[in-house]
């Protein structure tokens, strides 16, 4: 990700965390006073709360990023498709439709997947295979570019 990209670009993943485990994990980053925070988070909480939970728990978890650290830009980018569960596809659609209200409401950023189709996941219908992980990194990298 980071080649392409002007500036210095630090990428740190947490994989299986949930939204409530990123409000421990994201305190060392805000420490460092970085000018902008871009997170992908939600698709671990899928199965266990609904769309407006979610929302509930991003706008508290963004908010209280903010409020620590003056000056943070934050960025969310949506979760990407599924094709494990219908129920959980279908909550995706409806979680990603308010997290795009949430951003444009708080004015945070906000990075569509709409170039991530089911030709990206791979066969057990969860992750991203490589063309899709390299479709997910191409997003980040041109959002990243046009804020420079």
């Not at 994990?25 to 609904?50: A, C």
């Not at 439709?97 to 189709?117: A, Q, S, Y």
């Not at 057990?124 to 041109?142: E, I, P, Y």
């Amino acid at each position: 990700m980071q080649h392409g990209v002007d500036g210095k670009v630090n990428i740190k993943t947490f994989p299986g965390a949930c939204i409530d485990d990123m409000t421990h994990y994201v305190k060392p980053t805000i420490l460092t006073k970085p000018k902008h925070i871009l997170l992908h988070v939600g698709t671990n909480d899928l199965q266990r709360k609904s769309p407006d939970l979610m929302i509930s728990a991003v706008q508290k978890f963004g908010e209280s990023i903010q409020e620590g650290s003056e000056g943070i830009e934050l960025t969310l980018s949506e979760v990407i498709t599924r094709n494990d569960d219908a129920m959980l596809a279908n909550k995706v659609n409806i979680y990603s439709e308010k997290l795009e209200n949430l951003c444009n409401e708080r004015n945070w950023g906000f990075i569509k997947h709409d170039n991530i189709t089911k030709a990206h996941i791979n066969n057990f219908g969860l992750h991203l295979n490589q063309r899709g992980t390299a479709t997910l990194a191409g997003n980040f990298k041109r959002f990243i570019k046009s804020q420079s």
